[in-house]
């Protein structure tokens, strides 16, 4: 494997970017490797596997705008695009169990999941959505509320993990707000109604003030609450 030199400490020192630990040595590493691919030899096993999370992330997204291209005749795009935030919940989980069993980790790692995180379980729950019948004006704008949430928790998330207290595994004790992998749950909900044949026209609680610019169907508030609980900071949920 070849060598970094450091500029950190003497000009003979010799840096080893996967190998070492040290943030400030990872970060001369990285600035300073001029190899090809050097972007691809930075990627750790567990930094792959995050890359899956947001293949099947994007991927969802691609069913749900082919769902909507068929006139929203064709059900089983619309099953695909629901399938792959599983997937990518499964490929979530288990990038973080790889980095702790390798005992190894990137700079680029925590950036990675959290834009993952944004795509497979903050946009696609909202296309998602859309794709069911939630597409009102008032509809759209709570479905972007409900992502700029997601975004803002993932960003705080990501300046502030280190001043949470951690167990001896070095894991975070709780979240501050609820994980955004949660907003599966409203997937799961509206999964549900799919089956039942209660989309579209037929959403549970039907449009309130129909032919008018405030029109909204009441059961989209479930995505502004879920990113109010994203964004709470006094809620604080345990991890197991």
């Not at 080893?16 to 050097?38: G, I, M, Q, W």
């Not at 691809?40 to 096993?45: F, K, N, S, T, W």
């Not at 508030?221 to 809620?235: C, E, F, Q, V, W």
Request: net charge positive; with cysteine; aromatic share 12%.
């Amino acid at each position: 494997m070849s060598k970094l030199r450091s500029t950190a400490g003497s000009k003979d020192s010799i840096v080893d970017p996967l190998e070492t630990n040290d943030k400030e040595t990872k970060l001369l590493a990285y600035v300073n490797d001029n190899r090809h691919f050097s972007l691809l030899r930075a990627l750790h096993l567990a930094d792959l596997i995050t890359l899956f999370n947001g293949f099947c992330g994007v991927m969802s997204i691609f069913s749900s705008l082919r769902y909507c291209l068929s006139g929203q005749t064709s059900s089983k795009y619309l099953v695909r695009a629901m399938y792959f935030m599983p997937f990518a919940l499964f490929f979530d989980f288990l990038d973080g169990k790889v980095a702790r069993w390798r005992g190894k980790s990137s700079l680029m790692g925590q950036e990675l999941d959290s834009l993952a995180d944004l795509i497979s379980f903050g946009v696609c729950p909202a296309v998602f959505a859309f794709c069911c019948g939630f597409q009102t004006f008032i509809d759209l704008m709570i479905l972007n509320f409900f992502v700029l949430c997601g975004l803002t928790r993932l960003a705080r998330f990501n300046v502030s993990v280190n001043s949470i207290p951690k167990d001896e595994s070095g894991k975070s004790q709780f979240f501050e707000g609820t994980p955004i992998p949660t907003t599966l749950a409203l997937v799961s909900l509206l999964a549900f109604c799919m089956v039942k044949g209660k989309i579209h026209e037929e959403l549970p609680g039907g449009l309130w003030f129909p032919d008018t610019p405030f029109a909204i169907h009441p059961m989209v508030s479930l995505y502004a609450l879920s990113g109010i609980a994203m964004t709470s900071k006094k809620l604080c949920v345990p991890k197991f």
